[in-house]
């Protein structure tokens, strides 16, 4: 979920930060790509409702495949644009996310019953919507997912813990330009750039800078990462009467959550206006955004592999029931940039992106004189 309404923030505060830009202005750049957010994503995009009912797409076994679709299909968006991404995927959520995981069970189950009362009430389109409440990742769906980007071709990072703190990680040690997902939190491990919006509709991209954004907000890191824990994030509950224009104000006026909270606790109006948690875990959410659990981008090498075709056709086509004249064709895409001359590998095919020529130095009239020879 990220970052509860920093993107109103951002918008509010930091207008010049955010850039909203064509895909292919990425050419040539590595992009560490959230791959459990696309996953489920795509999962609920390819949900449709028939006049029966709700349909999902599955292979033959009775497995879900959208989220394949949609993979393929993005990625193949990405390398056409000179892009190579890099898929990310989460590992152990960490402890502190329980309560957030077992609010959305919660939700998931109340989203279950929902679809089935409405499928039996005949309304295809709220089935339609509860069923994309209702969506579960499972672990078929994750290997399924990796054993195609890997016949693809791609590189994949298995992250210790959350998939936005690797992928920010990987950004920070330049080993990616930005962390690409539509989670905010990636802001708030650090990504130095974060892309939103990356879609298969040739719509703008929007990148934001995290520098930009700080200068904007006159923040330290410390300071911003306190700010996103005001607003909500998944690791500990929110002080209640406090919205991200409330947060950003507060963040301002005392600069750290415990000042905030020394205030609210002296101040008998602000205690009656917000209510403080029990337990109200912000230093151990601090110290998650600050240190999270990731390999370090040292141990991680990139390989961009020529794709496997045979096996990826056989393993979409004849197993997952995907329609063979579309993965051949993604294949050709895939090959076109491999087969370029003097290029072995997929990542011979991006262009690195060229350093703009220095200005030339402006010469006075005076000088121009002298360089002749007149004095």
Known sequence: MGIKNLMKIINDKAPDSVKS?????????????????????????????????????????????????????????????????????????????????????????????????????????????????????TKKMIEDAKTMLIYMGCPIVEAPCEAEAQCSELVKAGKAFATCTEDMDALTFGSKNLIRNVNSKGEPIIQINLKEMLDAFEMTMEEFIDLCILCGCDYTQSIKGIGPSTAFKMMKNHGSIEKILETIKTDSKLRKKHHIPDPFLYEEARELFKNHDVRKAEEIKFKWQPVNEKALFEFLVHEKKFLDKRVEEGIKKIKRHKDKPNQTRLDGFFKKPTAPKPEAKKVSPKEKVQKKGIS
């Open 21 to 137: 830009k064509q895909l292919k202005s990425l050419n040539g750049y590595t992009l560490a790509c959230d791959a459990s957010l696309s996953i489920y994503q795509n999962l609920v995009s390819t949900i449709s409702a028939r006049h029966a009912g709700v349909h999902e797409l599955k292979d033959d076994e009775g497995n879900l495949t959208g989220h394949l679709i949609g993979l393929f299909n993005r990625t193949l968006m990405l390398l056409e644009n000179g892009i190579r991404p890099v898929w990310v995927f989460d590992g152990k959520p960490p402890d502190l996310k329980s309560l957030e995981l077992d609010k959305r069970k919660q939700s998931k189950e109340f989203a279950e019953e929902q679809k089935k009362e409405a499928l039996e009430e005949g309304n295809a389109e709220l089935a339609k919507k509860m069923a994309g409440r209702s969506v579960r990742i």
